[in-house]
C-alpha cells in the first residue's frame, strides 16, 4: 500500500457508499420508469439505462479519489491478480473488504431505493437465468474488465468515470441480459421485487458467468496490452489524487 | 473575499440570472413535455430530464466564474460553513445576498416559462409532500453536496459543470420526489401549475428535507474528504478563473 | 485579421458547408422522426433534438479550427460589433460574406435532406409566429450569445463545441418556438414542409426576435462579463489552433 | 511503421475485436429495441442509436492506442491515401491486413449478437438500397472521413472518440439510410435478419456508395485542410500514446 492513500477503513467506507448509491439509481430508477411508462418496457430500460450512465459516471468521479470506485468485486479481484505481478494493487485483506463493503453497499441501496417508493423491500421473483442472458453476462463483464483496465494501462485512467458509465449504458442495450455485469449488484438487486429486480436462483449463474467474463477480459487485456500489469495500481481513478487528510 | 473576485452586485446578478434560467428550463421543458407527449408520463419526465441535464450543465459553465454558479441556498448554505472553518468562502452578508438573488431568479423563471408558453401564471394545485418524496430530498440533496465538495476537494472544480448536471439528471430518476434539491427551486416552481410545480403545502417539509440533505452531504464530506475544509473557496467553479474586468 | 488565419474563401467554405449540414441535421432528422415515430409528436422532437446536440457539437469541432463555426449570422454580427471595440474580429466584408454562405449554405441543406429523404423540396406551410414563440426566440438568441462570448471572454473557447450543442438541446424543450435561434437556419427551414420546417410569414419575426435576443445576450455579457470586449477574436474555436496550410 | 507502434498482429486483434464488439452493439441493441419496444419503430432507432453513440465511442478510446480504431476500411483506405503522400500511414500489407481483420469481425459480431439474444443466425432480408438510402451513404461516409481526419489535421485526435459517436448517433437520424457508412459493417449487418440487418442484394450499392462518400471526405478535407496530408499517422488515436510492451 502506497503511502498517499486514504486508510482502508476510509476506502471501504467509499466502496459501501458508492455501490450503495449506484443499486439505488439502478433499482430507483427502474421503479420509476415501471410506474411512470407502464405501456412500453423498451421506453423502461431506456429511462432505467440513461439514469445509469449519467449516475454511474458521477459515483466513480466523486468517490474516485478515495477507494478507486471499484464498486464491483470482479474489478477488486482483477485488480489483486494483477498487482500481485508487480506487488502494488490491492491486498488480500484489503479484497476481502472491499468486496464485504460491495455487497453490503449494493443491499442497502435496493433498500434505500425501495423505502424512498414507498416499495416494501421483498425478494425478487423476476428469473433471468438463460443460456443466452448468461453469454451476455460473460461478454459484459469481459468488455468492462478490459476497459478500466486498458484506460489504466495507457495513463488513462481519468476517463475511467465517463467511459465505463457510457460502456453500461451501451450494454444495458447490446447485451440480452442488460448487463448487471458485477456480482455485488447481482446480490443486492435480488432485495427488490421490481424492474430491476433478479430472483435468487437466477444469481449463482449471472455471478459465475461475471467470474469467467472477468478471467476472459484479463486474457484479452494481457494480449492487447502487454504492459497492463505494470499499471495496475492506477486503477480506476490515480490513487495520486487522492485527497485524504 | 479574494481581491479577484468580481464585486458582490455582479455575482449576484449572476446567481439571479441563472436560478431564473435554471427554472426555466425545468418549467418550461416540463410544459412542452405534457404538451407534446400527453399520453405517456415517463416519457414526459424523460424529456424533462434530459432538457435539464443540458441546460445545468451550460449555466454552471457560463456562470460559474462569475459566481461560482451555485444556483441553490443550500449550496451556497454549505459554502459558508465549511468557509468559515478557514476564513474563506462565501461572509454571511454575501450568503443573504446569495439566497436573495437565488430566490427572486427562480421565481421570475418559473413567470418566463409561463410567458413563453402563454400559460398563465399561477399557484401550482401539485401535492408532492409523501413520507417517501421526503426521504428522497433527504437523499438527492446529500448526495449533491457531497459531490460538489468532493470534486473542489480534489481540485476538480473544473469538472462541476458536466457532473452536477448528470447527477441531477440521474437524481430525476432514482429518487421518487424527481429530485428538487434545492429551496430556491422549490420555491420558484410553486408559480407554474403545470408539470413541474409544486403546491405551497408541500414546498416546506421538501425545503426542510433539503437541509437535513445538506447536512448529511457535509457529514459524509468530512469523513470522506477530510481535506474539504480546505478547499471551500474553490466551488463550483474556480474563482481565479474569472474574467472580471 | 491575424496572419495565421485562413484565407477568406476557405472560412466562407467552412461556413457554407457547416450551416448547411446543420440544417441537413435539423431537417433530415425531424423527417425521420415524423416518419417513424408517427403517434407522438413530443417522441418526435427528442429525437430531433438528440440528433442535434450530437451533430452540432461535431460541426462546431470539425471546422471551428476553419472558421470559427459561426454557422449564424447573429453570432458574425455580435462578433463584428465586439470586435469593433478592440479593432479585432471579423470586419465589415468578411461578415457580409460569412453572412451570405451561411444563407445559402442553410437553404442547401434543406435540399439535402429532401433529397435524402426523397420528400420533394417545397415550401413549408407551417406557421409558427406566436406572441409566446416570439418571446421564445428572443430568449433562445439571448442564451445563445451570452453563451458563446462569455466562454470566449473566459479564455474557454475550446468547450464552446459541446456547449452550445447541450444549450441548443435545452433550448429546444424549454423554449415553446423549439429554439431556432438562428437567422440563416430560419431561412434554411423555408425549404422544407416537414417536422422543422418554417412557412415565410413566420420568418421576419423569428429573424427580428432573434437579433433583439442577440442584441439582449451582448447586454448582458458586457454586464457580467467586462473583459469580454478584449477576448472577442476567440469566437467560437480559437483561430490560433487553425492548421491552415 | 514507426517502431513505437504494436506489431501488426496485435493491432489487426484490436481492429477484429473492436468491429466485432461495434457490430454487437448495433445488432444487439437493434434486437433488444425490437422485442421491446414492439409498437413504435423511431423509438427503436431512438434505442439502437444511444447504445451505439455511448458504445462506439468507448471502443475508440479502449482499442485506439492499439491499433488506431479505424473499425472501417474506408477510414484505413483514406489513412493509405494520405499516407503515400508523406510515407507513413497504414502500407498496402497493413492495409489489407486491416479489412480483413475488419470484415472478419463485423461478421463474428453479428453472429455474437445473434447468439446472446438466442435468435438465429440467418442472412437478412431487409431490402435497403434506394437512390434516397444511397445518397445519404454518400453524405454519412463523406462526413466521417472529413471529420476524422480534420481532427488528425488540427493534432485533436483525442477527440476522436467521443466526437466520432456523437457524429454516427446524429447521422442515424440525419440520413435516411440511418448511416451505416462503414463497409465492414454492412457485411457484418448481413447476418443477422433483425432490425439492423442489410438484405445482400443491398449490400454492394451501399458500399460503393460508401467508397464515393470517402473519396468525397477527403476532397474537402484537403480543401478545408491542406495540412492533414501531414498528419495522415495520427489516426484515430495518436499512436504514440500506445502501451505496447
Not at 455487497?103 to 438463460?130: D, Q, W
Not at 453500461?168 to 435480488?190: D, E, H, K, L
Request: net charge neutral.
Amino acid at each position: 500500500m502506497t503511502s498517499n492513500q486514504p486508510p482502508l477503513w476510509r476506502r471501504a467506507a467509499a466502496e459501501l457508499l458508492g455501490t450503495c448509491l449506484l443499486v439505488t439509481i439502478v433499482v430507483g430508477s427502474g421503479i420509476a420508469a415501471q410506474q411512470l411508462s407502464p405501456g412500453d418496457v423498451g421506453l423502461q430500460l431506456l429511462q432505467n439505462s440513461t439514469a445509469t450512465v449519467l449516475g454511474l459516471t458521477v459515483l466513480i468521479l466523486m468517490l474516485g479519489p478515495v477507494s478507486g470506485a471499484h464498486f464491483n468485486p470482479v474489478v477488486s479481484f482483477a485488480d489483486w491478480i494483477l498487482g500481485r505481478r508487480i506487488g502494488s494493487g490491492l491486498t488480500l485483506p484489503e479484497l476481502a473488504t472491499y468486496v464485504a463493503a460491495q455487497t453490503a453497499g449494493a443491499i442497502s441501496g435496493s433498500v434505500l431505493a425501495n423505502a424512498m417508493f414507498e416499495v416494501g423491500t421483498s425478494i425478487s421473483t423476476k428469473e433471468r437465468a438463460t443460456p443466452g442472458h448468461l453469454l451476455a453476462e460473460v461478454v459484459a463483464t469481459a468488455g468492462l474488465v478490459l476497459l478500466i483496465f486498458a484506460l489504466a494501462a495507457t495513463k488513462r485512467g481519468v476517463l475511467a468515470a465517463p467511459a465505463v458509465g457510457a460502456y453500461i449504458g451501451a450494454a444495458y442495450w447490446f447485451t440480452s441480459s442488460t448487463s448487471f455485469a458485477n456480482p455485488a449488484v447481482t446480490v443486492g438487486r435480488i432485495f427488490s421485487d421490481t424492474f430491476a429486480g433478479i430472483a435468487p436462483p437466477s444469481a449463482p449463474g449471472f455471478v459465475v458467468a461475471q467470474l469467467i467474463g472477468g478471467a476472459i477480459g484479463l486474457g484479452l487485456l494481457l494480449v492487447l496490452f502487454p504492459a497492463a500489469a505494470r499499471a495496475a495500481d492506477d486503477v480506476v481513478l490515480p490513487h495520486s489524487s487522492a485527497a485524504a487528510g
